[in-house]
């Protein structure tokens, strides 16, 4: 198995960071995000198989597992970027906004770091107030690169815009993949506390990682998935990481 990158559209900017997740609305009363019975194949590969697994509002939810194991399919597949070979994707509530921050960063390369947020805040339905592209300017540390071209722009404030894209729109559910990938530690422990504070107003954060001591604090909740097999979904134990090394035995 393996955690291949689904095929996307010829257009790499094309305003899927905030899309409906594809499959049934869910009856059930706790306004989750969910995979059920969910398996997904690329030819002979398969990447995710027969996983159930919920993502409940309110929640800082940690993705954790080795590199190669599935987190990355099975975010394309809540994004509604791909969908399952069989199962569903199911949503209590339809309207809910899903953002996603990449992998590998993606915004418009010749346009600065504000021109960026501004573009994908006015693709909302109903734009957040200018005072939010302000917020995640200072509180993701993008500040001192706000009038740079995005293409001139290092490693980590790639990674910082490319997380400022997702929570553009102030989604319900907000999908980071590897988030602080190549990000100094000081942002990074005021961008872990931010998306603390995200979570308020019953909104969830679900962050994929093979790090998962960057977020041990945070997590209210933690799964953990190996080879497309989910092998621990619960509350994480006081000493996460050990938790995880033991579960990877």
């Not at 770091?113 to 509180?139: G, H, M, Q, S, Y």
């Not at 293409?151 to 988030?179: N, V, W």
């Amino acid at each position: 198995m393996t955690d291949a990158d689904p095929p996307r559209d010829a257009d790499p900017f094309r305003d899927d960071r905030t899309v409906a997740a594809n499959g049934d609305a869910s009856d059930g009363a706790d306004g989750s995000l969910a995979l059920v019975d969910v398996t997904k194949r690329y030819g002979e590969t398969t990447a995710l198989e027969d996983l159930s697994i919920a993502f409940r509002p309110g929640t800082f939810h940690g993705l954790i597992g080795p590199n190669g194991s599935g987190k990355t399919t099975l975010f394309a597949l809540l994004a509604g970027l791909t969908r399952p070979t069989s199962g569903r994707i199911e949503r209590t509530d339809a309207t809910a906004a899903v953002g996603y921050s990449f992998q590998e960063p993606r915004f418009y390369p010749s346009l600065t770091v504000r021109e960026n947020l501004e573009i994908f805040r006015k693709f909302a339905d109903d734009p957040p107030p200018d005072t939010w592209t302000e917020t995640l300017l200072e509180e993701l540390r993008l500040e001192p690169a706000a009038d740079r071209r995005a293409d001139e722009l290092s490693g980590g404030f790639r990674k910082k815009l490319d997380l400022g894209l997702a929570l553009i729109k102030r989604p319900q559910y907000l999908l980071l993949d590897e988030p602080l990938a190549d990000v100094d530690d000081y942002s990074r422990r005021r961008i872990t506390a931010f998306l603390d504070s995200y979570c308020e107003g019953n909104r969830t954060v679900v962050v994929s990682t093979h790090n998962v001591v960057a977020f041990a604090d945070q997590l209210d909740r933690l799964s953990v998935v190996v080879d497309g097999d989910l092998r621990y979904d619960g509350s994480p134990a006081d000493d996460v990481v050990s938790q995880y090394r033991a579960l990877l035995e």
